[in-house]
């Protein structure tokens, strides 16, 4: 009832670019905070960046500065900017929302991710 999917990831060299998006769709009254999670090889998922319905973000340490978080509440679609990116941001990148459903349950949601590699 409820989908996020991930667009955007691909290869890209070491201090390239790349933009993440994750459309929400479904049956959906509305989203409260979303956010990025990463899983790198041999590592456990991690936080990278989370928004609040209002805005609010906050960053993984290691990502501030880089990269910028963002959300369109009308698309129901939400950003990560990545630059300056390196060999460490090499990872599945998953999109994560709080949703409140059109039957009112409040559910959290992942979606399928998206691969990012950059090459040295």
């Known amino acids: 009832q409820v989908q996020l999917v991930e667009s955007g990831g691909g290869l890209v060299q070491s201090g390239g670019s790349l933009r993440l998006s994750c459309a929400a769709s479904g049956s959906i009254a509305s989203i409260y905070t979303m956010g990025w999670y990463r899983q790198a090889p041999g590592k456990q998922r991690e936080m990278v960046a989370t928004i609040t319905t209002e805005g609010r973000s906050n960053y993984q340490d290691s990502v501030k500065g880089r990269f910028t978080i963002s959300r369109d509440n009308a698309k129901k679609t939400m950003y990560l900017q990545m630059n300056s990116l390196n060999a460490e941001d090499t990872a599945v990148y998953y999109c994560?929302?709080?949703?409140?459903?059109?039957?009112?349950?409040?559910?959290?949601?992942w979606g399928q991710g998206t691969q990012v590699t950059v090459s040295s």
């Open positions: 994560n929302a709080d949703v409140l459903t059109v039957g009112l349950s409040r559910v959290n949601y």
